[in-house]
């Protein structure tokens, strides 16, 4: 090649496959040395707790409790961090520990259905249909019963995208004097007149 300025080119694209080389054979030496040391010791890698309490969290029913070698078993925890993660567990506001089993916490303390209409007719703000479906076994299907009756109404919050149920009450009938009928015919005549048509 006469060229000098191929010549150089030439020569930088090698340095560059030369240093990639060599730094892949660096990236290969330093993840085998941490196996090796990993097998040395006889340890795996400790998952942190917080991925572990979520984990442990997910499994938990609010109906059946669970001990704690089922947790161990069913989210994996490594028996060597289940002293820290029953310290976690037993802070946790929505976690239950009681006669040596574990239960997530419900929101609201309701059985059945009846409780469940009175529970959400005295709270006229409404509720989060997610908490209340925890409530109890079949509280889902209550729900969906209740505002097929027309006894609830779900509706879909814009923010949290999430069904909020308020209380439906049956219209009450409020008896009206003929003074106030006569008013309203009255005015009913005359925007009737002003639009261009006529009663």
């Known amino acids: 090649m006469s060229n000098p300025l191929a010549r150089q080119l030439l020569a930088q694209t090698k340095k560059q496959e030369l240093a990639q080389q060599k730094f892949e054979i660096s990236q290969k030496e330093k993840a085998a040395s941490r196996v090796s040391s990993a097998k040395g010791t006889g340890r795996k890698r400790e998952r942190p707790i917080g991925s572990v309490i979520r984990e442990v969290l997910q499994k938990l029913d609010p109906h059946k409790g669970l001990q704690a070698d089922d947790l161990i078993k069913s989210a994996s925890v490594d028996p060597a961090q289940w002293a820290a993660v029953a310290k976690e567990?037993?802070?946790?506001?929505?976690?239950?520990?009681?006669?040596?089993l574990f239960y997530l916490k419900t929101q609201y303390r309701v059985r059945d259905r009846d409780a469940l209409l009175k529970l959400v007719?005295?709270?006229?703000?409404?509720?989060?249909a997610d908490a209340?479906?925890?409530?109890?076994?079949?509280?889902?299907?209550?729900?969906?019963?209740?505002v097929d009756q027309r006894k609830l109404l779900s509706i879909v919050n814009v923010d949290t995208k999430r069904p909020v149920v308020y209380p439906l009450y049956a219209p009450y009938p409020v008896p009206i004097s003929h003074d106030v009928k006569q008013l309203w015919a009255s005015t009913t005549s005359i925007w009737s007149g002003c639009c261009g048509t006529r009663s």
């Open 132 to 146: 209340l479906r925890e409530a109890y076994k079949g509280a889902q299907a209550d729900l969906e019963a209740l």
């Open 89 to 100: 567990l037993s802070v946790n506001p929505s976690v239950v520990h009681k006669d040596g």
């Open 121 to 128: 007719s005295e709270t006229y703000e409404g509720i989060e």
